[in-house]
């Protein structure tokens, strides 16, 4: 743990402090009691640099025998980043991964050509009640890398940076930002950070990175005069060199952005594309299901059942 002066710089003022592009609300959805806020994409926002998807888990607080099932499904054309705050969750994959995923670490999956997995609350967790609360986001993978091989990447929270200001805290979860590296590999440029701020204390964004976004996870921020309070996504725009300021109650922030990609992206279920006929080609592969042979497998020690492809 480091004190950064990158993270006091002055403040701007004038102008430079109106730089909010567009606010999103998310789309809740209750799944049987657990409840998920979608913020991308939007309407307003496909993408916030190559950030496609930006789900909030929870919070939810699950009785005994009770959990989370979500069976083996296919991805293609992306990278899944899972950052829990509360809880633990069992992820198992083709490439044979068998990983508990815990607080404060960063588990990025990349699909590239094709890659299936699972995501349970199983064992010893449905023995007692227990608590989840978390983020999932999809990275959308540059051309050169749609056809990539699948990997598994978990860096534990002692591995990633974390920085200090006066009256914040920010851990550096995937890319480069303020000075300092994740350790985790992305396929294209990007940051994504979880930052603590006690109340009015104010956090410069990274001026590397061509798209930027915030996603108020607890509290509230100021920016241009306005105060956005929790489960509000702001988009800024390019450029700007800016701060947020944190409201009476201090603030938690999910920073994110980077590069823009090459042009928009096809999303159809899990999988995510440059074109049509990947989408389609990626489609067929899993309604065939030859898991034998086939484009797709099913996670070692979770095949018994898996996600079929909706009609549509």
């Known amino acids: 743990m480091s004190w950064n002066p990158i993270l006091d710089p002055s403040l701007p003022i004038g102008d430079a402090v109106d730089a909010i ?14 409840e998920v806020r979608r913020a991308l994409p ?116 002692t591995a990633l940076p974390v920085l200090e200001g006066k ?44 798209d930027r976004g915030i996603y108020v996870l607890a509290g509230s921020v100021i920016s241009g005069g306005v105060e956005h309070a929790a489960g509000r996504m702001l988009v800024f725009r390019p450029g700007d060199a800016l701060s947020v300021r944190a409201g009476g109650q201090g603030a938690r922030l999910m920073l994110l952005g980077g590069a823009t990609m090459e042009g928009p992206r096809h999303i159809w279920w899990n999988f995510v594309a440059s074109s049509k006929e990947r989408i389609e080609a990626a489609k067929e592969a899993w309604r065939t299901g030859d898991w034998a042979h086939g484009r797709f497998r099913l996670p070692l020690g979770d095949d018994g059942e898996f996600i079929p492809a909706p009609d549509r």
Do not use: C
């Not at 592009?21 to 657990?34: C, Q, S, Y």
């Not at 198992?92 to 990983?99: A, I, P, V």
């Open 42 to 157: 939007s309407a307003a926002r496909q993408m916030v640099g190559p950030f496609i998807f930006f789900d909030q888990m929870g919070p939810a607080e699950f009785l005994t025998g009770q959990g989370i099932d979500v069976r083996p499904h296919p991805h293609i054309g992306l990278a899944t980043v899972t950052y829990l705050l509360k809880g633990r969750m069992h992820h198992r994959d083709s490439l044979g991964t068998d990983q508990w995923i815990t607080p404060g670490e960063v588990n990025l999956m990349t699909a590239g050509h094709g890659i299936t997995h699972s995501e349970r609350t199983d064992g010893p967790m449905r023995a007692a009640p227990h608590a989840m609360f978390g983020l999932q986001t999809w990275l959308a993978l540059p051309l050169a890398a749609e056809d990539s091989a699948p990997a598994f990447h978990n860096a534990p929270e």
């Open 167 to 210: 009256g914040k805290t920010v851990r550096l979860i995937l890319g480069r930002a303020w000075g300092s590296q994740a350790p985790v590999p992305t396929a294209s440029e990007t940051f994504y950070a979880d930052a603590k701020l006690a109340e009015g204390a104010a956090l410069p964004l990274p001026d590397n990175h061509e």
């Open 21 to 34: 592009e567009t606010v999103i609300v998310p789309r809740a959805r209750d799944l049987g009691g657990f």
